[in-house]
């Protein structure tokens, strides 16, 4: 290894040492892909490392950095979740339907990282079209915790979450449906946000539930995140959902401290379910937020938020299998070619190239949406949804913002759940409910239980990420949990 070069640098570091002549990211990718290769046979966090084509790259921006030109993540390498479309390089969505597709275009997120000169090093492993919460069901083989090999890592994003907490990159990107950033980010300790919906463009993303999809960053701390959210951020005239709403400084809120912050907790979420050590690190957190001038109110009451579980596992499930619909072996995907005729072609291809978690969701999604049921599943959901849109608008009339721990439990065993789909569900209690309401929320480290992370959640206003994150900046500069690290993997 060079000296000076410490793979496990925030990027915020690596920029200075390239500045300063220490080290130039050309140096720094190799390190860097040397280590996730080797990490990759125990983790197995990434489907492919783009080596060849990241080379390049960070010769690209290692000649900008000589010529002097400033930008903070030029040169700064980063994973990307294998939905996102990268042109030229396969796009599986964990799926053995994708497993051979090559998309001819980037994605919106991908192209504005490589044209803010970030270096892509690699497709980083998921639940199968990011259904999941344990990265169990990718047609990859399962991704494993750095801090305990034998755990989860959480799931969708396992892959994202698994490569920046074992130091293999400091940044990396995921997708949040109903908490894969969130929940990962927290059962590997990294901190990970779902911007608002809107926020930032879905375009090249592979669909899975469209209404509550967002793309979103993970990092280890504040200001590397508001870094990476400032360049993957913005109206996409690609995405007829992507909103135009302007972006801030997402660092402009750095110095606000902890005076004043309202802080509501839903204590209807907090009865039943959640881990003792979890409950003890979350209360610990808000102590710390209290005892240095914020305003604490647990009389908020969301009474609704319970219903948010059912609500999204008819929501999602019914858009993903209209999305899904696509993929039938004859217009897209994996294809058995020997069928009598193109219903037995779809069929076959189907049957072999999805997983079981997939044919789970487009069963309940068909199902919720077909003639007499609709009413009854898809069309009540829609109108729950609004109620818990309403009652969240009332709470965030009364505080800044809302926390929870992210995830009632630490991570859990590999395969202890997976024939268990409920219970795999109960993981995202805390996190659904910002992407039925479509809030920004973010999840950061602020405790263990033994070896394994526990997440802190903050849910926020609309379109106020740096509310978000000017709270975890002065969390984060009183705490030590978003630095700990696992031993090396
Ligand atoms: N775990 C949730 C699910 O299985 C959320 C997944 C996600 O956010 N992509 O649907």
Known sequence: MMAGLDIGSSAAQHAT??????????????????????????????????????????????????????????????????????????????????????PVQDSTVVQKLKDSGLVIVGKTNLDEFAMGSSNEYSAYGPVHNPWDLSKVPGGSSGGSAATVAARGVPLSIGTDTGGSIRQPAALCGVMGLKPTYGRVSRFGVVAFAS???????????????????????????KDSTSSLEPVPDFKSTFNRGFDGIKIGIPSELLQEGVEDDVLESFEHAIDEFESRGAIINRDISIPSIKAALPVYYLIAPSEASANLARYDGVKY?????????????????????????????????????????????????????????????????????????????????????????????????????????????????????????????????????????????????????????????
């Open 211 to 237: 209404s509550l999809d967002q793309v979103g960053p993970f990092s280890r701390d504040a200001n590397d995140m508001a870094d990476l959210l400032q360049v993957i951020a913005g109206h996409d005239e």
């Open 17 to 102: 040492n390239f500045r300063s002549n220490t080290y130039t990211p050309t140096d720094l990718f190799k390190a860097v892909s040397a280590k996730i290769t080797i990490q990759n046979k125990n983790l197995n966090a990434f489907i492919s490392i783009t080596d060849e084509e990241a080379l390049k790259a960070a010769e690209v921006a290692t000649q900008r950095i000589k010529s002097g030109e400033n930008g903070s993540l030029l040169g700064i390498p980063i994973a990307v979740k294998d939905l996102l479309s990268t042109a030229g390089q396969r796009t599986t969505a964990g799926s053995k339907m994708l497993e051979n597709f090559i």
């Open 333 to 489: 995907g994996f294809s058995v070619l020997d069928g009598k005729n193109a219903e037995e072609v779809m069929s076959a291809s189907r049957g072999m190239a999805f997983g079981p978690e997939v044919k789970r969701r487009i069963m309940i999604g068909t199902y919720a949406l077909s003639a007499g049921y609709y009413d009854a599943y898809y069309l009540k959901a829609q109108k729950v949804r609004t109620v818990i849109q309403e009652e969240f608008h009332t709470a965030l009339n009364e505080v800044d913002t809302i926390f929870t721990p992210t995830t009632p439990t630490t991570a859990f065993e590999l395969d202890s759940k997976i024939n268990n789909p409920i219970e795999m569900y109960l993981n995202d209690l805390f996190t659904l409910p910002a992407n039925i309401v479509g809030l920004p929320a973010l999840s950061t480290p602020c405790g263990f239980s033994g070896d394994l992370p526990i997440g802190l959640q903050m849910i926020g206003k609309a379109f106020r990420e740096t509310d978000l994150l000017g709270y975890t900046h002065a969390y984060q500069s009183v705490t030590d949990w978003h630095k700990s690290e696992p031993t090396d993997r």
